[in-house]
């Protein structure tokens, strides 16, 4: 079963810096770096915020991420 565990960091205006887990995704298989983004998109559009607001979008380096080969 593959995961991805979806985190926000929240700058505010006096600096003070959050991070928080939202979600952790569940997939019955394994899948391609291409799949990420339309499972991630579908999640922040589901609890109603703005993906104007995104500023960075991240990934671990893990080999699926990254195209390496098994």
């Known amino acids: 079963m593959a995961q991805l565990a979806v985190m926000i960091r ?7 810096v959050e991070a928080e887990i ?3 995704l569940l997939w019955e298989a394994r ?3 291409e ?4 499972s991630v998109k ?4 589901r609890i109603i915020i703005s993906l104007n607001k995104l500023s960075l979008l991240t990934i671990d380096g893990a080999p699926a991420m990254i195209a390496s080969k098994n």
């Open 10 to 16: 929240m700058v505010f205006r006096d600096y003070k």
């Open 22 to 24: 939202l979600t952790i």
């Open 31 to 33: 899948r391609r770096r």
């Open 35 to 38: 799949d990420i983004y339309p």
């Open 42 to 45: 579908c999640f922040v559009a």
